[in-house]
């Protein structure tokens, strides 16, 4: 069974700006799902909706089978949501700010299990710390310790690693690696590709309230594996040479440029051939590029057709 159902979730800000036009996923337990989109784009809407700090307009989610609008009290107790902004009381110790949060849920106290967390965490000595004395990479790790202080199943993170550097980001990646183990369902909102590449088992992206694409990284990452082999030809040609037919090939720039495409983990990628058979068809060349294609050229391409 999915963790988590959305079904069709629209939503319209005060003003008429429609922010979420109509968005339908489903997250299956123990998954890590990235979601990519640029500023703007709808991510924190559309975590908001799920956790109920936003309504949505129309649409239905469901988490763990239980109702947002109907069941919210059971659906929410099954979330953990760590914000953008760190939003702690820095006169509290970390233990108190983890304590308090378990028990807004209504959870019975359990300090072996919030030790447990802080531990994880690396959050234990400083257990007795106030806020405002922890550095801002242990801040961020308090709002995921109080995140999971009520036992959630699903623990959405939007942005967790934003305007942090790079080796606090590797931390924060091992520590949802290691949360995945223990059987969390994690959604993550990020601009970093890298990070959706790093972690994800899944990638959405998101643009202009859309969800232009839901994919298995796997299988995004075998597109990684496309390249592109770009032939400059000395003098431009009206068509391709029919005796080029069985390539994968495009003529661009008024015929002066011939692209191939391959798939660099094929184990032939055909170079060989199709050079001698251009020089075969009579066509002599100038110059010869190749370019791989990258995750981040696919967002840019998707959300650039967004646009148009
Ligand atoms: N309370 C609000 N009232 C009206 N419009 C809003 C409100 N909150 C957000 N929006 C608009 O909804 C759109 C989506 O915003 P959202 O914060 O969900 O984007 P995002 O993808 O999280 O962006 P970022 O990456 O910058 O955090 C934006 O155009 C934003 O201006």
Redesign the pocket.
């Known amino acids: 069974m999915s963790i988590l159902e959305i079904e069709d979730l629209k939503k319209v800000?005060?003003?008429g700006?429609e922010?979420l036009k109509g968005v339908s996923l489903e997250i299956e337990e123990g998954e890590i799902l990235a979601l990519l989109?640029?500023?703007?784009?709808?991510?924190?809407?559309?975590i908001?909706t799920i956790c109920g700090i936003?309504t949505s307009t129309s649409g239905d989610v469901h988490v763990g089978g239980f109702n947002i609008k109907d069941d919210y009290r059971a659906a929410r107790s099954l979330i953990g949501l760590v914000p953008?902004e760190i939003n702690l009381e820095p006169f509290e110790t970390v233990w108190n700010t983890v304590r308090f949060s378990r028990g807004l849920f209504g959870k019975k106290r359990n300090d072996a299990y919030l030790e447990t967390v802080l531990q994880k965490l690396s959050l234990w000595d400083k257990k007795d710390s106030r806020i405002m004395e922890l550095s801002g990479g242990m801040k961020r790790r308090v709002l995921i310790a109080k995140a999971l202080s009520h036992e959630p199943r699903v623990l959405f993170l939007?942005?967790p690693t934003a305007g942090v550097d790079v080796a606090l980001r590797k931390d924060m990646w091992d520590t949802v690696a290691e949360l995945k183990r223990d059987g969390v369902t994690i959604i993550l909102?990020t601009?970093y590709i890298e990070e959706a590449e790093a972690i994800a088992d899944r990638v959405g992206v998101?643009n202009k309230?859309e969800l232009l694409l839901l994919e298995e990284k796997a299988s995004l990452m075998q597109r990684l594996g496309k390249k592109q082999m770009k032939v400059e030809l000395q003098d431009a040609i009206q068509s391709l040479p029919e005796s080029l037919s069985a390539y994968d090939l495009a003529l661009e720039e008024g015929g002066s440029v011939l692209t191939y495409s391959y798939d660099t983990r094929s184990e032939r990628t055909g170079i060989t051939t199709l050079l001698s058979d251009l020089s075969a068809a009579g066509l002599v060349l100038k110059d010869l590029q190749t370019a791989q294609s990258s995750l981040e050229d696919i967002f840019v391409g998707l959300v650039e057709e967004g646009q148009s």
């Open positions: 800000y005060e003003g700006f922010a989109g640029p500023n703007g784009a709808g991510k924190t809407t559309l908001s936003t953008q939007d942005e909102t601009h998101i309230g």
